[in-house]
């Protein structure tokens, strides 16, 4: 795919007629009604077994590069999330450790949102992710950070979060209910490890040239477990994330 056509497919499937829900305008497209067959009924009751209605949902996905793992966490608009879904990823490429350039195949780590939707992904239904963010682009490579970092199925990946094509199904129609609910920024926050844990613990004694950047986004990671809504953070100039005065520690 040429990136003229890249860039038309991602602004349409960005489009609204007038009169027209999100939801709506995606469901024109024909892998959207798929997964609307094969998925929105799990997805509506799964939202029906958590006290959450299809019409003030929001959520937050969560990813944890070391185990595999992205979570979905949720909950009726105002109040506050918790995991109602997790998925394996189902492929890696790179290290542990942030993407900081083109080609480097990294998957980024740090406080992301989704900003766009392509339902005419090479990967069957893709979610992209706003990689570089301000962070990225200070600790980054300045020229070539890289980009294009997707949510996609397809099971396959240099750099971005893969799912089977079942999973990544799902995951777009809850993204879809969240974006027709007005959440225009759908949080992805991506850890080397869940924080806290054995692992990660362990992973910062292997790559202690990263540990003062992981003890960073776990200080992210354990404000969302506070206060279960999406975050609030500025970016230092030293492109550290800052985040409001919460009694962490």
Same mark, same amino acid.
């Given at each position: 795919?040429?990136?003229? /056509?890249? &860039?038309? %497919? @991602?602004?349409?499937?960005?489009? &609204?007629?007038?009169? /027209?829900?999100?939801?709506?305008?995606?469901?024109?497209?024909?892998?959207?009604?798929? #997964?609307?067959?094969?998925? =929105? #009924?799990?997805?509506?009751?799964?939202?029906?077994?958590?006290?959450?209605?299809?019409?003030?949902?929001?959520?937050?996905?969560? #990813?944890?590069?070391?185990?595999?793992?992205? =979570?979905?966490?949720?909950?009726?608009?105002?109040?506050?999330?918790?995991?109602?879904?997790?998925?394996?990823?189902?492929?890696? *490429?790179?290290?542990? !450790?942030?993407?900081?350039?083109?080609?480097?195949?990294?998957?980024? =780590?740090?406080?992301?949102?989704?900003?766009?939707?392509?339902?005419?992904?090479?990967?069957?239904?893709?979610?992209?992710? @706003? $990689?570089?963010?301000? /962070?990225?682009?200070?600790?980054? @490579?300045? +020229?070539?950070?890289?980009?294009?970092?997707? %949510?996609? !199925?397809?099971?396959?990946?240099? !750099?971005?979060?893969?799912?089977? @094509?079942?999973?990544?199904?799902?995951?777009?129609?809850?993204? %879809?209910?969240?974006? *027709?609910?007005?959440?225009?920024? %759908?949080?992805? $926050?991506?850890?080397? #490890?869940?924080?806290?844990?054995?692992? $990660?613990?362990?992973?910062? +004694?292997?790559?202690?040239?990263?540990?003062?950047?992981?003890?960073?986004?776990?200080? !992210?990671?354990?404000?969302?477990?506070?206060?279960?809504?999406?975050?609030?953070?500025?970016?230092?100039?030293?492109?550290? $994330?800052?985040?409001?005065?919460?009694?962490?520690?």
């Amino acid at each position: 795919m040429n990136w003229i /056509s890249f &860039i038309l %497919i @991602n602004f349409t499937a960005l489009l &609204i007629q007038p009169g /027209s829900t999100f939801e709506q305008e995606q469901k024109k497209y024909g892998r959207v009604r798929q #997964a609307c067959q094969n998925k =929105e #009924a799990t997805v509506i009751q799964k939202l029906k077994e958590n006290q959450i209605r299809p019409d003030r949902f929001t959520m937050t996905i969560l #990813a944890f590069k070391a185990e595999n793992r992205l =979570e979905i966490h949720a909950g009726n608009s105002g109040e506050r999330q918790r995991k109602i879904k997790e998925f394996e990823i189902c492929a890696s *490429s790179g290290k542990p !450790g942030p993407k900081r350039f083109e080609g480097d195949w990294q998957v980024p =780590e740090g406080f992301y949102h989704v900003d766009r939707f392509n339902p005419m992904s090479s990967y069957h239904l893709a979610l992209g992710i @706003n $990689y570089p963010n301000a /962070s990225d682009r200070i600790l980054g @490579n300045k +020229k070539k950070p890289g980009g294009q970092i997707m %949510i996609h !199925g397809a099971c396959v990946t240099i !750099g971005c979060l893969p799912m089977t @094509n079942e999973g990544i199904e799902e995951i777009y129609l809850y993204a %879809i209910k969240a974006r *027709s609910n007005g959440q225009m920024r %759908i949080p992805v $926050y991506i850890f080397p #490890a869940e924080p806290g844990t054995n692992q $990660y613990n362990q992973l910062k +004694k292997q790559h202690p040239q990263l540990s003062s950047f992981w003890e960073n986004l776990k200080e !992210g990671f354990q404000q969302y477990q506070s206060q279960r809504k999406p975050l609030e953070f500025t970016v230092s100039k030293e492109g550290r $994330y800052q985040f409001p005065t919460s009694g962490i520690q």
